[in-house]
């Protein structure tokens, strides 16, 4: 009894505290500096979500707008003259640049092969690593496509996302994947790889999987001609997965163990490949660059090199300037 007597008391105590807290609660608008455009952004925003959680991110110019756009054609009734005004202004207000000087530096393993590069929603570290293993650090977390030996992991992040491509044993080294995973790796393979990684989310060609933000697609990867035995191709269709990565606005193509097959010379609007360039198992350096030309990525990286020279792959695409070929030792 003497409980229910206070009860009132209680409740009343905890809603005046949550009134005062309210009350006390800055108006996000107090936090965008003046400027052209800011109207608009404090009209626009709100349609979909709270203006808090719309300008919150840090983003450059290309991030604004691509999300500017998303929300446009999400409904947000914005016409293109304002969405200018407002991607010019959030770029100023809330770029890379208005960060406060005491944010912590960004985190992640570089090394001389490291590539750095800006998705509008932060860094993207690519680190190929060996043959066809390739790391990818994006917003805190670490994915390793078709991690192998030959490579020092002890001094590499642990994966929160691994991807395999195949099962062949230069692309799934159970080995190594037990020694560098944690209790919550996810794993995403194609099925062929279910037998030996039961624990795997099962992908096939043309499945997607959001994995915290960063969209994956698997893509076909075959053989058109070279085979294992007559009849027999070392890559038949739908056996194993190429991927689509999706960080922010940069699209990054991993091709796997493939031969230029229709579904590559598709491929648009591509920010960064990696192509295989050995035999027997997949094309010479020549089909390769070949290949590369119908699809145009801006850059790309010749990689499952073998015994292939990546040179001769740059070779092949000098006459294509607006390709940016980075070679590395990848065999």
Same mark, same amino acid.
């Given at each position: 009894?003497?409980?229910?007597?206070?009860?009132?008391?209680?409740?009343?105590?905890?809603?005046?505290?949550?009134?005062?807290?309210?009350?006390?609660?800055?108006?996000?608008?107090?936090?965008?500096?003046?400027?052209?455009?800011?109207?608009?952004?404090?009209?626009?925003?709100?349609?979909?979500?709270?203006?808090?959680?719309?300008?919150?991110? %840090?983003?450059?110019?290309?991030?604004?707008?691509?999300?500017?756009?998303?929300?446009?054609?999400?409904?947000?009734?914005?016409?293109?003259?304002?969405?200018?005004?407002?991607?010019?202004?959030?770029?100023?207000?809330?770029?890379?640049?208005?960060?406060?000087?005491?944010?912590?530096?960004?985190?992640?393993?570089?090394?001389?092969?490291?590539?750095?590069?800006?998705?509008? %929603?932060?860094?993207?570290?690519?680190?190929?690593?060996?043959?066809?293993?390739?790391?990818?650090?994006?917003?805190?977390?670490?994915?390793?496509?078709?991690?192998?030996?030959?490579?020092?992991?002890?001094?590499?992040?642990?994966?929160?996302?691994?991807?395999?491509?195949?099962?062949?044993?230069?692309?799934?080294?159970?080995?190594?994947?037990?020694?560098?995973?944690?209790?919550?790796?996810?794993?995403?393979?194609?099925?062929?790889?279910?037998?030996?990684?039961?624990?795997?989310?099962?992908?096939?060609?043309?499945?997607?999987?959001?994995?915290?933000?960063?969209?994956? %697609?698997?893509?076909?990867?075959?053989?058109?001609?070279?085979?294992?035995?007559?009849?027999?191709?070392?890559?038949?269709?739908?056996?194993?997965?190429?991927?689509?990565?999706?960080?922010?606005?940069?699209?990054?193509?991993?091709?796997?163990?493939?031969?230029?097959?229709?579904?590559?010379?598709?491929?648009?609007?591509?920010?960064?490949?990696?192509?295989?360039?050995?035999?027997?198992?997949?094309?010479?350096?020549?089909?390769?660059?070949?290949?590369?030309?119908?699809?145009?990525?801006?850059?790309?990286?010749?990689?499952? %090199?073998?015994?292939?020279?990546?040179?001769?792959?740059?070779?092949?695409?000098?006459?294509?300037?607006?390709?940016?070929?980075?070679?590395?030792?990848?065999?």
């Amino acid at each position: 009894m003497i409980k229910l007597l206070f009860l009132p008391i209680i409740l009343a105590s905890i809603l005046l505290r949550a009134s005062q807290l309210t009350a006390q609660e800055p108006d996000p608008a107090d936090s965008l500096p003046p400027g052209e455009g800011k109207e608009l952004v404090t009209a626009a925003c709100v349609q979909c979500h709270a203006l808090r959680t719309a300008v919150a991110p %840090q983003r450059d110019a290309e991030g604004w707008k691509a999300t500017v756009y998303d929300m446009i054609s999400r409904g947000a009734q914005i016409f293109p003259e304002e969405a200018e005004v407002i991607i010019e202004y959030l770029s100023r207000a809330r770029g890379p640049e208005s960060a406060p000087s005491s944010a912590a530096p960004v985190q992640g393993y570089r090394d001389e092969r490291t590539a750095v590069e800006s998705t509008g %929603q932060g860094e993207l570290l690519i680190t190929p690593l060996v043959h066809g293993t390739v790391l990818f650090q994006y917003q805190g977390r670490s994915i390793y496509v078709d991690p192998i030996g030959k490579t020092d992991y002890g001094r590499l992040p642990r994966p929160d996302l691994v991807v395999i491509t195949d099962d062949h044993p230069d692309h799934l080294e159970l080995e190594t994947l037990g020694k560098i995973s944690t209790p919550d790796t996810l794993v995403l393979a194609p099925e062929a790889v279910k037998a030996h990684l039961p624990k795997s989310v099962v992908l096939k060609n043309g499945d997607q999987y959001d994995f915290q933000g960063i969209k994956v %697609q698997a893509v076909p990867m075959y053989n058109l001609v070279r085979e294992r035995s007559p009849g027999i191709k070392y890559h038949p269709p739908g056996k194993g997965n190429g991927y689509l990565f999706v960080f922010g606005v940069k699209r990054v193509y991993v091709a796997g163990d493939t031969e230029c097959i229709p579904e590559m010379k598709n491929l648009r609007e591509i920010d960064i490949a990696f192509v295989p360039i050995n035999l027997p198992y997949t094309m010479p350096p020549q089909e390769a660059a070949e290949c590369v030309k119908q699809f145009r990525p801006k850059v790309v990286y010749p990689y499952h %090199q073998g015994n292939s020279d990546p040179g001769e792959f740059a070779r092949q695409l000098q006459s294509e300037p607006q390709i940016q070929v980075r070679t590395l030792p990848l065999p």
